[in-house]
T-cell receptor, first 114, second 111 residues
Framework: DSGVTQTPKHLITATGQRVTLRCSPR?????VYWYQQSLDQGLQFLIQ???????AKGNILERFSAQQFPDLHSELNLSSLELGDSALYFC?????????????FGPGTRLTVL | GENVEQHPSTLSVQEGDSAVIKCTYS??????FPWYKQELGKGPQLIID?????GEKKDQRIAVTLNKTAKHFSLHITETQPEDSAVYFC??????????FGDGTTLTVKP
C-alpha cells in the first residue's frame, strides 16, 4: 500500500458525459501527478500540481482539467468523454529529497466510456 | 525534453534464470532513475532507485546499474520467480523535476 488513495476504483459512463476522479496524496507529500494508461500502453503524463499550483503539463487534452485543493487532494475532471478516453488513470504523489523526487502511485481509477 | 527508451518490450524467462531490462536516456542532467513494477490491475510500485552519484545498487535479488557516460541504466533480477511476472517501467528525472517513463517491459517468468 503506497498511501495514495484514489476514488472511485471503477467508473462506467457514456460518451459526452463528464466525470471527476479524486486523489488523496500520502501524508506530507505536496506534489500530485496524473497519468493516463490505455490498454497495453505506457504511462502518459498529464499534469503535475505542487502545493496547489500547476507545475508541469504533459499531453493533457483541453477537455481535461485538474486542480489541487488546500488540503492537497487533487481532482481530475474529464468532460465531453469519448470512447478513446477509456483507460486507467493513476495519480502519484511525491516527496522531494534533495535533488530527487520519488513518486508513489495510487491504485488507479478504471474509466470505461460506452 | 528528456527521452527514455526501454528494451525489450517483452521478456520471457524460465524460473530461476536472470532477467535484464535496459533503458537509455537523453538528458545528461538527469540524476535520478527509479524502477517500477506494475502487476495486473494495480498501480506501479517503486522497487528500486538509483541516483547519479552511485554506479550500482542492490536489494536482495534486484540490482540496478547506471552508466552516466553512456546514458544508460539497467535492472537485473536474479533467480526469477513466477511472482516477478509483471510490467516493469524505468524512469529518469533531473533535479527533482517530473519523471519521464519508458514504455515498459512485460516480464513473464515460466514455472
Amino acid at each position: 500500500d503506497s498511501g495514495v488513495t484514489q476514488t472511485p476504483k471503477h467508473l462506467i459512463t457514456a460518451t459526452g458525459q463528464r466525470v471527476t476522479l479524486r486523489c488523496s496524496p500520502r501524508s506530507g507529500d505536496l506534489s500530485v501527478y496524473w497519468y493516463q494508461q490505455s490498454l497495453d500502453q505506457g504511462l502518459q503524463f498529464l499534469i503535475q500540481y505542487y502545493n496547489g499550483e500547476e507545475r508541469a503539463k504533459g499531453n493533457i487534452l483541453e477537455r481535461f482539467s485538474a486542480q489541487q485543493f488546500p488540503d492537497l487532494h487533487s481532482e481530475l475532471n474529464l468532460s465531453s468523454l469519448e470512447l478513446g478516453d477509456s483507460a486507467l488513470y493513476f495519480c502519484a504523489s511525491s516527496v522531494v529529497k534533495g535533488d530527487t523526487d520519488t513518486q508513489y502511485f495510487g491504485p488507479g481509477t478504471r474509466l470505461t466510456v460506452l | 525534453g528528456e527521452n527514455v527508451e526501454q528494451h525489450p518490450s517483452t521478456l520471457s524467462v524460465q524460473e530461476g534464470d536472470s532477467a535484464v531490462i535496459k533503458c537509455t536516456y537523453s538528458d545528461s542532467a538527469s540524476n535520478y532513475f527509479p524502477w517500477y513494477k506494475q502487476e495486473l490491475g494495480k498501480g506501479p510500485q517503486l522497487i528500486i532507485d538509483i541516483r547519479s552519484n552511485v554506479g550500482e545498487k542492490k536489494d536482495q535479488r534486484i540490482a540496478v546499474t547506471l552508466n552516466k557516460t553512456a546514458k544508460h541504466f539497467s535492472l537485473h533480477i536474479t533467480e526469477t520467480q513466477p511472482e516477478d511476472s509483471a510490467v516493469y517501467f524505468c524512469a529518469a528525472s533531473a533535479n527533482a523535476g517530473k519523471s519521464t517513463f519508458g514504455d515498459g517491459t512485460t516480464l513473464t517468468v515460466k514455472p
